[in-house]
Nanobody
């Protein structure tokens, strides 16, 4: 069973940067697409970045040009570099794995990101 441990969140002012990390265990990472999700207060969880074997990456419109997703299959890590953060980026960030167009059902505890104006 896949297990995700997210870290790297924190409190930052607008325009600041953070890098989130996700340690993955229980699966062979190279067999999966990986993604980062954000759940803002009172809202549903939203996919913000997705990576396919480091060759193809796509992003939500709201984070394009500011966020960069990367993966290291050997280290079983997935990172999300977040630049020029804005208050709307506030939320709990989760990583997950995708197989056959479906994201896995189990989730980690997430990491809180708070951006002040």
């Amino acid at each position: 069973q896949a297990h995700f441990v997210e870290s790297g969140g924190g409190f930052v002012q607008s325009g600041g940067s953070l890098t989130l990390s996700c340690e993955v265990s229980g699966i062979i990472l190279k067999n999966y697409n990986m993604g980062w999700f954000r759940q803002a207060p009172g809202k549903e969880r939203q996919l913000v970045a997705r990576v396919v074997h480091n060759r193809y990456k796509n992003y939500a419109d709201s984070v394009k040009g500011r966020f960069i997703i990367s993966r290291d299959d050997a280290k079983k890590m997935v990172n999300l570099q977040m630049n020029n953060l804005m208050p709307d980026d506030t939320g709990v960030y989760y990583c997950n794995a995708e197989y056959g167009r479906a994201w896995l059902n189990n989730w980690g505890q997430g990491t809180q990101v708070t951006v002040s104006s």
